[in-house]
């Protein structure tokens, strides 16, 4: 699920856990941890993050309809 409501919004500050580029997508999981990737790793890990996430913001709507 893709969602933009409970979580807070990706700063432009934050940076992506695989890359260091800007986030642009976080994703909660079950523990409440959160992981932060930019739009090319968000896209590259959507399946496996809607698997485990318990939630994911994508304010900027890099995800599509991926």
């Given at each position: ?19 260091g580029?800007?986030?642009?997508v ?13 739009a ?9 993050l809607?698997e485990?996430?318990?939630?994911i ?10």
């Open positions: 699920m893709t969602t933009t409501t409970a979580t807070p919004p990706v700063s432009p500050a934050e940076r992506c856990d695989r890359c580029a800007r986030a642009a976080r994703a909660i999981l079950p523990g409440g941890t959160d992981l932060l990737f930019c090319h790793h968000g896209r590259q890990h959507v399946k496996q809607r485990v996430a318990v939630e913001r994508d304010d900027e709507g890099v995800l599509g309809a991926v």
